[in-house]
């Protein structure tokens, strides 16, 4: 009896299964469709996710520091200390950091009619003129579409030709997202012009009464505007030392205060960012029109500022003009002041980083060792005969007692010892003196700094 009603049983079961009366999804006809929507969907979802943009962020890396070997002459009072230059960068110079985000906006077919088409690019120095357009009109959000090489436009070099401090941007295809991060400065001198200073920091305010009580001194005691520039250019390199840390920005709209002029100004430490920031704020308060430029060399990147004198633009490098080594006092140098291309022979860099074309030559109203005769500022000059500039430069010691200056030795390339042996062979008027010579060329020019005692 019992085996017949398990018969009976394991029937029906086997009849429900083959009619699809028992499941209420309808049996295995409705099983394999709704496996098969499924197996859609999955496979949709991947599709989706391997075409979801990526958010990244990026900054220029700059990372620059200084090394001094010095030497000394025990006999005839003399000392040396050469200036050695190098750069090791923390890291790879294109850096790109990227997180997924996981929603795209949505646009309607309306409001994709009505809107403007995107500009369309097709250089680095399209996408440059754009974003630095936009930064001009205050436009920090903004897209553009590129049909140039994509591999040549990645964060880092947007960042590098827009001189911001953070960008982010979306890659979708040809189209690009950028929002832009500006350095502290630009909003310094922003509020600054406007009187309006409710959208900065604590930090911002403080040194912006710093910048502003450093024009004011500077105002002061300067007689003509390449005077109120050279002293801007000198309270700030004498104020500040240059720190080599890291240039990771784990916060963007918040970086490390010595890639800015909060460092500069307040903490008076900064590397290459931080002294092109201080001098951008400085100038620009002063009334200057200024700008900011990235150049490499062998070793890395570097930035720098420019500068719009009498309708041109040149390059002032605070950074490298600050590279002496004292320990009592500030020793200047001024080999990258107020320069045309003819003087930057140590710097590459491509079209794509000039948005404000430099002069190819220097002029002598404002490059600092080669001033008209007569000129106010005068005291600087730049010589072919390396005698005449040693006797020039005692002459100037015990008739005026300047005792730091400096020279440049034209089209020449030479060493301490050859300007040391000239000043031993110059008219000392019986008078016993020392010196220390700084020297450092560009591999053509060599540009010397003496201090007398």
């Given at each position: 009896?019992?085996?017949?009603?398990?018969?009976?049983?394991?029937?029906?079961?086997?009849?429900?299964?083959?009619?699809?009366?028992?499941?209420?999804?309808?049996?295995?006809?409705?099983?394999?469709?709704?496996?098969?929507?499924?197996?859609?969907?999955?496979?949709?979802?991947?599709?989706?996710?391997?075409?979801?943009?990526?958010?990244?962020?990026?900054?220029?890396?700059?990372?620059?520091?200084?090394?001094?070997?010095q030497f000394f002459e025990n006999s005839e009072y003399i000392e040396y200390s050469e200036y050695i230059e190098s750069s090791e960068p923390s890291f790879e110079i294109s850096d790109d950091y990227s997180e997924p985000i996981y929603s795209v906006p949505e646009i309607s077919e309306e409001e994709s009619?009505?809107?403007?088409?995107?500009?369309?690019?097709?250089?680095?120095?399209?996408?440059?003129?754009?974003?630095?357009?936009?930064?001009?009109?205050?436009?920090?959000?903004?897209?553009?579409?590129?049909?140039?090489?994509?591999?040549?436009?990645?964060?880092?070099?947007?960042?590098?030709?827009?001189?911001?401090?953070?960008?982010?941007?979306?890659?979708?295809?040809?189209?690009?997202?950028?929002?832009?991060?500006?350095?502290?400065?630009?909003?310094?001198?922003?509020?600054?012009?406007?009187?309006?200073?409710?959208?900065?920091?604590?930090?911002?305010?403080?040194?912006?009464?710093?910048?502003?009580?450093?024009?004011?001194?500077?105002?002061?005691?300067?007689?003509?505007?390449?005077?109120?520039?050279?002293?801007?250019?000198?309270?700030?390199?004498?104020?500040?030392?240059?720190?080599?840390?890291?240039?990771?920005?784990?916060?963007?709209?918040?970086?490390?205060?010595?890639?800015?002029?909060?460092?500069?100004?307040?903490?008076?430490?900064?590397?290459?960012?931080?002294?092109?920031?201080?001098?951008?704020?400085?100038?620009?308060?002063?009334?200057?029109?200024?700008?900011?430029?990235?150049?490499?060399?062998?070793?890395?990147?570097?930035?720098?500022?420019?500068?719009?004198?009498?309708?041109?633009?040149?390059?002032?490098?605070?950074?490298?003009?600050?590279?002496?080594?004292?320990?009592?006092?500030?020793?200047?140098?001024?080999?990258?002041?107020?320069?045309?291309?003819?003087?930057?022979?140590?710097?590459?860099?491509?079209?794509?980083?000039?948005?404000?074309?430099?002069?190819?030559?220097?002029?002598?109203?404002?490059?600092?060792?080669?001033?008209?005769?007569?000129?106010?500022?005068?005291?600087?000059?730049?010589?072919?005969?390396?005698?005449?500039?040693?006797?020039?430069?005692?002459?100037?010691?015990?008739?005026?007692?300047?005792?730091?200056?400096?020279?440049?030795?034209?089209?020449?390339?030479?060493?301490?010892?050859?300007?040391?042996?000239?000043?031993?062979?110059?008219?000392?008027?019986?008078?016993?003196?020392?010196w220390t010579i700084w020297t450092y060329t560009n591999g053509r020019d060599t540009f010397f700094t003496i201090k007398f005692s």
């Amino acid at each position: 009896m019992k085996k017949i009603i398990f018969s009976l049983v394991a029937f029906l079961l086997l009849s429900t299964l083959l009619t699809g009366c028992l499941l209420p999804l309808g049996g295995f006809a409705v099983l394999k469709d709704e496996l098969d929507e499924w197996r859609d969907d999955l496979s949709r979802g991947e599709e989706s996710k391997r075409s979801e943009p990526y958010y990244d962020y990026s900054y220029p890396d700059y990372s620059y520091h200084f090394e001094y070997s010095q030497f000394f002459e025990n006999s005839e009072y003399i000392e040396y200390s050469e200036y050695i230059e190098s750069s090791e960068p923390s890291f790879e110079i294109s850096d790109d950091y990227s997180e997924p985000i996981y929603s795209v906006p949505e646009i309607s077919e309306e409001e994709s009619e009505s809107a403007e088409p995107m500009v369309e690019l097709y250089t680095l120095a399209e996408v440059r003129d754009y974003i630095n357009g936009k930064k001009e009109d205050d436009i920090f959000d903004f897209e553009f579409l590129y049909y140039g090489d994509k591999s040549k436009l990645d964060g880092a070099t947007i960042a590098r030709i827009s001189a911001s401090c953070v960008i982010f941007h979306n890659v979708i295809g040809n189209r690009y997202e950028v929002t832009l991060v500006e350095y502290p400065g630009d909003r310094i001198v922003d509020a600054y012009k406007s009187g309006d200073q409710s959208q900065l920091s604590a930090s911002e305010k403080r040194a912006l009464g710093v910048a502003v009580a450093m024009v004011n001194r500077a105002r002061a005691k300067a007689d003509s505007d390449i005077e109120l520039e050279i002293l801007l250019h000198d309270m700030l390199a004498q104020s500040v030392e240059y720190y080599d840390g890291t240039t990771d920005v784990p916060n963007a709209y918040d970086p490390p205060r010595h890639l800015t002029a909060i460092g500069a100004l307040l903490d008076g430490k900064a590397n290459c960012q931080g002294y092109t920031d201080g001098f951008y704020t400085l100038a620009s308060i002063a009334g200057f029109e200024v700008g900011r430029m990235t150049v490499y060399n062998s070793e890395g990147w570097h930035i720098l500022n420019t500068i719009k004198l009498d309708g041109k633009w040149y390059g002032v490098d605070v950074t490298f003009n600050d590279c002496m080594a004292d320990g009592s006092e500030y020793i200047p140098s001024y080999r990258l002041f107020n320069v045309g291309k003819d003087r930057m022979l140590e710097y590459n860099w491509g079209e794509e980083m000039e948005y404000y074309p430099l002069e190819s030559q220097c002029d002598k109203n404002y490059f600092y060792y080669m001033p008209l005769n007569g000129s106010e500022y005068g005291y600087q000059r730049a010589y072919t005969d390396i005698d005449e500039m040693a006797q020039d430069m005692v002459d100037r010691w015990l008739d005026e007692g300047i005792s730091i200056q400096c020279a440049m030795y034209i089209n020449s390339v030479a060493d301490w010892s050859k300007l040391s042996r000239a000043i031993e062979q110059s008219d000392y008027r019986n008078a016993q003196i020392a010196w220390t010579i700084w020297t450092y060329t560009n591999g053509r020019d060599t540009f010397f700094t003496i201090k007398f005692s």
